[in-house]
């Protein structure tokens, strides 16, 4: 187990059998019909307040999907892919734009992003995602 979880008790390490998902973006409140429908399929979903507290999210807990809004043409969200990706490459991570840029395009599925896709989004079909594309951590474990 890695030093990062060094602090965490037994208790907080037990891992839940539902999905674990993390939204970031610098204004998640417009993730809130995403956030609902998530919720509606048994997700527990945790939403960043911007691209430095969605890095410290994935710091000091687990996710089994997490869905990074690019920002802006300067790719804002990247950090946030590039150091999930480092902790953990088993986890799905989708980006979400609101202008499609071939270059953001690019570095997000070289990194290894699921997928990039334009916004308005699809609520359902980003639940489809989740569900298709992850497993809770408990179950990716006993594998």
């Known amino acids: ?3 990062r979880f060094s ?10 059998s539902r999905r674990r998902v993390l939204l970031v973006d610098e204004q998640c409140g417009e993730l809130s019909c995403l956030t609902k429908t998530l919720q509606e399929h048994g997700c527990e979903v945790h939403c960043s307040n911007g ?6 999210q994935i710091e000091s807990s687990f ?9 802006g043409p300067q790719f804002e969200g990247k950090q946030v892919l590039e150091r999930a990706i480092e ?8 980006v979400v ?9 690019m570095d997000a599925m070289q990194l290894g992003a699921l997928d990039y896709v334009e916004r308005p989004l699809v609520a359902e079909e980003i639940a489809r ?7 809770p951590r ?3 474990a006993a594998v």
């Open 138 to 140: 408990a179950a990716r």
């Open 87 to 94: 902790i953990d490459r088993q986890t799905p991570i989708l």
């Open 7 to 16: 602090n965490h008790t037994s208790a907080q390490r037990s891992f839940p």
């Open 129 to 135: 995602l989740v569900e298709t594309h992850s497993r």
């Open 63 to 71: 996710f089994d999907f997490i869905v990074v809004c690019q920002g």
């Open 51 to 56: 691209y430095a507290d969605g890095l410290r």
């Open 1 to 3: 187990m890695s030093d």
């Open 97 to 105: 734009t609101r202008c499609l840029d071939i270059k953001c395009y």
